[in-house]
């Protein structure tokens, strides 16, 4: 005789389905979050290969800051990294020369979530710090 205990395909592929469902909606609940000094090294580690770059390849390189994003370019191409949604710059553009020095002084403000930090560039030396 035929015994007809345990599951059908079907049934087993619908309990798949709905874990799938399940998981794919708490996906988001389990992502690591960045914190403020995550952002800030990952922002200054970005400059520093902008200005390395200018040494390197012996050429100028334009750092543009954007309320989303931030974008260095040189003669043959550029490098983009993209802001997390709460966070934001207000627009300014700089320049590194060939020996990675920056042409002009400013303090930046980053808009990091709640916290507000800036970045302050010293003219002449291509040096920064986060304030």
């Not at 200018?54 to 260095?72: C, E, G, P, R, W």
């Not at 003669?75 to 700089?94: I, R």
Request: with cysteine; aromatic share 16%; hydrophobic share 35%.
């Amino acid at each position: 005789m035929y015994d007809k205990s345990g599951f059908t395909m079907i049934e087993t592929l619908f309990v798949l389905m709905i874990m799938c469902m399940l998981f794919c909606l708490s996906w988001r609940i389990h992502l690591p979050v960045k914190n403020d000094h995550t952002k800030i090294e990952e922002i200054t580690r970005f400059l520093y290969q902008a200005k390395l770059t200018a040494m390197n390849l012996k050429t100028q390189v334009t750092v543009t800051f954007a309320s989303d994003f931030i974008q260095y370019e040189w003669e043959e191409s550029s490098q983009t990294f993209t802001l997390d949604s709460n966070d934001s710059f207000e627009s300014h553009q700089m320049t590194f020369n060939e020996n990675g020095n920056i042409q002009g002084a400013k303090t930046l403000t980053y808009y990091c979530g709640s916290q507000v930090y800036t970045l302050v560039y010293q003219i002449g030396s291509g040096s920064f710090y986060v304030q």
